[in-house]
C-alpha cells in the first residue's frame, strides 16, 4: 500500500495563479516534509511542518495530524516554479525511514 | 559552510559489472548521512543512512551496499548490477538525527544496460 500519496499528480497554471498541492497519509505522523525536485533531479527541502501551518516566503503548508494530510500552497506562482514537489514522512520521530510520495508535477506557464 | 559532493555525476555500465557511487561531506563533523534512490518515473525511495563512521542501516533491499569509511564520506556500492539498479541516486545528510532538516548533493545518474 502506498503510504504518502500525492494529489493532483500534475498541475498546469498560468503564471502568478496559485496553486495548491495535496498530501495523505496511510498512517498518523507528525513527520511531514516538502521538497522540491529540480528538472535536473536536485531535492531541495521546502518546509518541515509536522503540525499546524508553517509558512516561508510564498509558500505555506498545512498539516492536520488527525485527518492524516498534509497541503502546500504556493502563492503567486512564478515560472521558475516549475518542477517537482514531493511530500514525505517519517512513521515516528527519528525512525530515520523517510517515505516519499510519487510527487505532483507543476507547471507554470508565461 | 558545508558543501556535499556527489560522483560520478553519470555512469553507464553493463549488467553484473560492479558498482562505486560516493559522497563527500565538507565542514561539517558527524554528519547523519542518507542514500536514496528513483528510478525512472518512479519513487524515491531511502535506501541507507549512517550516523556514525563504520556504522551503516539498511532500509530498502536492492541487493546494494553503504560503507561510511570516514567521516566525511559515504559509498554506495555493488559488486553486480541488475538492470533494476537503474536510476537516480542521491546522498543527503543532516545535523540532526532526524530527517527534518536535509541537504542533498546533485545525483548521479546510472544507467545499466
Known amino acids: 500500500e502506498q503510504q504518502v500519496q500525492q494529489s493532483p499528480a500534475s498541475l498546469v497554471l498560468q503564471e502568478a495563479e496559485n496553486a495548491e498541492l495535496q498530501c495523505s497519509f496511510s498512517i498518523f505522523t507528525n513527520q511531514v516534509q516538502w521538497f522540491y525536485q529540480r528538472p535536473g533531479g536536485r531535492l531541495v527541502s521546502l518546509l518541515y511542518?509536522?503540525?499546524g501551518t508553517k509558512q516561508s516566503g510564498r509558500l505555506t503548508s498545512t498539516t492536520v495530524i488527525k485527518e492524516r494530510r498534509s497541503s502546500l500552497h504556493i502563492s503567486s506562482s512564478q515560472i521558475t516554479d516549475s518542477g517537482t514537489y514531493l511530500c514525505a514522512m517519517e512513521p515516528t520521530e527519528g525512525a530515520d525511514r523517510l517515505t516519499f510520495g510519487k510527487g505532483t508535477q507543476l507547471i507554470i506557464q508565461p | 559552510a558545508q558543501t556535499i559532493h556527489q560522483w560520478p555525476v553519470a555512469e553507464i555500465k553493463a549488467v553484473g559489472s560492479p558498482l562505486s557511487l560516493g559522497c563527500t561531506i565538507k565542514g561539517k563533523s558527524s554528519p547523519n548521512l542518507y542514500w536514496y534512490w528513483q528510478a525512472t518515473g518512479g519513487t524515491l525511495q531511502q535506501l541507507f543512512y549512517s550516523i556514525t563512521v563504520g556504522q551503516v542501516e539498511s532500509v530498502v533491499q536492492l541487493n546494494l551496499s553503504a560503507s561510511r569509511p570516514k567521516d566525511d564520506q559515504f559509498i554506495l556500492s555493488t559488486e553486480k548490477l541488475l538492470l533494476s539498479h537503474s536510476g537516480f541516486y542521491l546522498c543527503?545528510?543532516?545535523?540532526?538525527?532526524?530527517?527534518?532538516?536535509?541537504?542533498f548533493g546533485a545525483g548521479t545518474r546510472l544507467s545499466v544496460l
Open positions: 543527503a545528510w543532516s545535523p540532526y538525527t532526524s530527517q527534518n532538516t536535509l541537504y
Open positions: 511542518n509536522p503540525s
